[in-house]
């Protein structure tokens, strides 16, 4: 028994039935109960160094570590010697995350008794502890965020009470993007203490970080007005709110169609947080939209690109982006972007948007006979024959009879190749499955082995055939004979 027990004889007798059923109470489990009638015997007999020590081990295993603490400390007020109090006084500390008040405690137990196993293997957690805190601290300053969870992690299992060590690792899940399980490490806490500002500034950053700064806004003022020197709470409020107006002015000039100031306060927002991703993707977003209206394509895929890289979950930047690819010719970047698109929301537009853009794809790769004839795809029958008359007429073999064998048969190709097109264009069948992107060989339509001159002799008629004459070099007419 420790000393410090001045009790009358009878009340010494009631406080130790008192502490016997508190025991038996303990063994039991029922920590609540234990609780209560090791209070019972410490009114009874307050200067009994054992009882404090018996409610701060029932009260460490009902998680309350801070009242434990301060049992702990009043057992070895009373009684210094009392090897077991400095134990619970240490593991408090160390609960608590005080390690280096935990290697005080647990070294005044080692004095006491210098072969105290529990001891020994407590003072090597609590410097583990340190250790762990000190590794943290650096990797903080080198944005190593997934190592600070790492060592917090470890430093919580020796230290599960510590607020400090919570907080620090759910700012970092933050930074991660591992929003879902920062705001339930800052809710336990706002649980048990709703007025702290750091978890009230984590849960405010979580918000921030997931695009929902108006709410994130309420979050940092809370905490500034728990803590008005809570640099961090000050910081990221003054940028949320900066972000939140540039981002709002953005759209505003964007819906007058001021499309350069839009651009303008876009690109100021990007500026203003690198950290916030989500907010950032979007911004990127509504840049390459902007762009795609002022017709600059390529500024607007990359635009779209960089909010790709941010938020790979971003449908409205691959639908923005498959559109400019699909504005550029890029048929089969527009097909990959669309596809992903597709396999995340099937919806029977973004399936069309597919098939369209596999469409193109695939006539792409067929010749162009509007390209070959240099005509627009709207190209009405009248300009169709009169485009043919002028290449037909310019790639003759005929007038390229003088030229050299290379010359000659690159426009022997293209004569044929003009040929093609005007076979095609011009039958309002041929034509209606050729813009419909249908194989024409389907329909017995190979242009494999036609020749050019049959179709050059029944657009041109003409009974005794035609040729080509030089009136000086380098100039040629069209002569029927």
Same mark, same amino acid.
């Given at each position: 028994?420790?000393?410090?027990?001045?009790?009358?004889?009878?009340?010494?007798?009631?406080?130790?039935?008192?502490?016997?059923?508190?025991?038996?109470?303990?063994?039991?489990?029922?920590?609540?109960?234990?609780?209560?009638?090791?209070?019972?015997?410490?009114?009874?007999?307050?200067?009994?160094?054992?009882?404090?020590?018996?409610?701060?081990?029932?009260?460490?295993?009902?998680?309350?570590?801070?009242?434990?603490?301060?049992?702990?400390?009043?057992?070895?007020?009373?009684?210094?010697?009392?090897?077991?109090?400095?134990?619970?006084?240490?593991?408090?500390?160390?609960? *608590? $995350?005080?390690?280096?008040? #935990?290697?005080?405690?647990?070294?005044?137990? +080692?004095?006491? !008794?210098?072969? %105290? =196993?529990? @001891?020994?293997?407590?003072?090597?957690?609590?410097?583990?502890?340190?250790?762990?805190?000190?590794?943290?601290?650096?990797?903080?300053?080198?944005?190593?965020?997934?190592?600070?969870?790492?060592?917090?992690?470890?430093?919580?299992?020796?230290?599960?009470?510590?607020?400090?060590?919570?907080?620090?690792?759910?700012?970092?899940?933050?930074? *991660? $993007?591992?929003?879902?399980? #920062?705001?339930?490490?800052?809710?336990?806490? +706002?649980?048990? !203490?709703?007025? %702290? =500002?750091? @978890?009230?500034?984590?849960?405010?950053?979580?918000?921030?970080?997931?695009?929902?700064?108006?709410?994130?806004?309420?979050?940092?003022?809370?905490?500034?007005?728990?803590?008005?020197?809570?640099?961090?709470?000050?910081?990221?409020?003054?940028?949320?709110?900066?972000?939140?107006?540039?981002?709002?002015?953005?759209?505003?000039?964007?819906?007058? $169609?001021?499309?350069?100031? #839009?651009?303008?306060?876009?690109?100021?927002? +990007?500026?203003? !947080?690198?950290? %916030?991703?989500?907010?950032?993707?979007?911004?990127?977003?509504?840049?390459?939209?902007?762009?795609?209206?002022?017709?600059?394509?390529?500024?607007?895929?990359?635009?779209?690109?960089?909010?790709?890289?941010?938020?790979?979950?971003?449908?409205?930047?691959?639908?923005?982006?498959?559109?400019?690819?699909?504005?550029?010719?890029?048929?089969?970047?527009?097909?990959?972007?669309?596809?992903?698109?597709?396999?995340?929301?099937?919806?029977?537009?973004?399936?069309?948007?597919?098939? %369209?853009?596999?469409?193109?794809?695939?006539?792409?790769?067929?010749?162009?006979?509007?390209?070959?004839?240099?005509?627009?795809?709207?190209?009405?029958?009248?300009?169709?024959?009169?485009?043919?008359?002028?290449?037909?007429?310019?790639?003759?073999?005929?007038?390229?009879?003088?030229?050299?064998?290379?010359?000659?048969?690159?426009?022997?190709?293209?004569?044929?190749?003009?040929?093609?097109?005007?076979?095609?264009?011009?039958?309002?069948?041929?034509?209606?499955?050729?813009?419909?992107?249908?194989?024409?060989?389907?329909?017995?339509?190979?242009?494999?082995?036609?020749?050019?001159?049959?179709?050059?002799?029944?657009?041109?008629?003409?009974?005794?055939?035609?040729?080509?004459?030089?009136?000086?070099?380098?100039?040629?007419?069209?002569?029927?004979?």
């Amino acid at each position: 028994r420790s000393i410090g027990t001045c009790c009358f004889p009878g009340t010494n007798r009631e406080a130790e039935t008192f502490k016997e059923q508190g025991n038996a109470y303990y063994a039991k489990k029922d920590y609540n109960e234990a609780y209560n009638y090791y209070t019972k015997a410490i009114d009874m007999c307050p200067k009994n160094a054992s009882y404090y020590g018996n409610r701060a081990a029932t009260l460490m295993m009902l998680g309350r570590f801070r009242e434990a603490l301060g049992d702990a400390q009043q057992s070895v007020r009373l009684d210094d010697s009392f090897v077991r109090g400095h134990l619970r006084e240490g593991k408090c500390h160390l609960s *608590l $995350g005080n390690a280096m008040a #935990a290697c005080r405690s647990f070294q005044r137990a +080692l004095e006491l !008794d210098h072969k %105290n =196993a529990q @001891a020994q293997q407590e003072f090597k957690n609590a410097n583990a502890v340190m250790e762990y805190e000190k590794i943290a601290e650096t990797d903080f300053e080198k944005r190593d965020f997934r190592k600070v969870v790492f060592c917090m992690d470890r430093a919580l299992e020796f230290a599960p009470a510590c607020h400090r060590f919570k907080i620090l690792k759910a700012e970092c899940l933050a930074m *991660l $993007g591992r929003y879902p399980e #920062a705001q339930s490490v800052a809710s336990d806490i +706002l649980r048990m !203490d709703s007025t %702290n =500002a750091d @978890a009230l500034y984590v849960r405010g950053l979580c918000l921030y970080y997931e695009d929902c700064i108006e709410k994130a806004v309420q979050f940092f003022v809370q905490a500034l007005r728990m803590a008005p020197d809570h640099e961090k709470a000050c910081i990221a409020c003054r940028n949320a709110k900066a972000l939140k107006a540039k981002k709002e002015d953005g759209n505003k000039a964007f819906k007058e $169609g001021n499309y350069k100031l #839009a651009y303008e306060l876009y690109t100021e927002a +990007l500026g203003i !947080d690198p950290n %916030n991703i989500k907010t950032n993707a979007k911004l990127y977003c509504n840049r390459g939209t902007v762009n795609s209206k002022l017709r600059k394509l390529d500024d607007a895929i990359e635009d779209c690109t960089n909010a790709v890289k941010l938020d790979d979950t971003y449908i409205k930047a691959y639908l923005r982006r498959a559109q400019c690819y699909m504005d550029t010719e890029q048929y089969e970047e527009a097909v990959r972007d669309y596809e992903k698109v597709y396999q995340t929301e099937k919806t029977k537009e973004h399936k069309q948007l597919l098939k %369209n853009a596999q469409l193109e794809l695939k006539k792409s790769k067929r010749k162009d006979y509007y390209k070959i004839l240099g005509v627009d795809k709207n190209a009405s029958e009248d300009e169709i024959k009169k485009a043919y008359r002028k290449r037909a007429l310019m790639h003759h073999p005929d007038r390229h009879s003088g030229a050299s064998a290379e010359v000659q048969k690159e426009e022997e190709k293209k004569f044929k190749e003009v040929g093609e097109a005007f076979t095609i264009l011009s039958d309002p069948k041929k034509k209606t499955r050729y813009d419909s992107g249908q194989d024409l060989d389907e329909e017995g339509m190979n242009m494999g082995d036609f020749d050019p001159n049959n179709i050059f002799k029944a657009f041109f008629g003409g009974p005794g055939g035609f040729s080509f004459e030089a009136s000086g070099p380098g100039n040629f007419f069209f002569q029927f004979g």
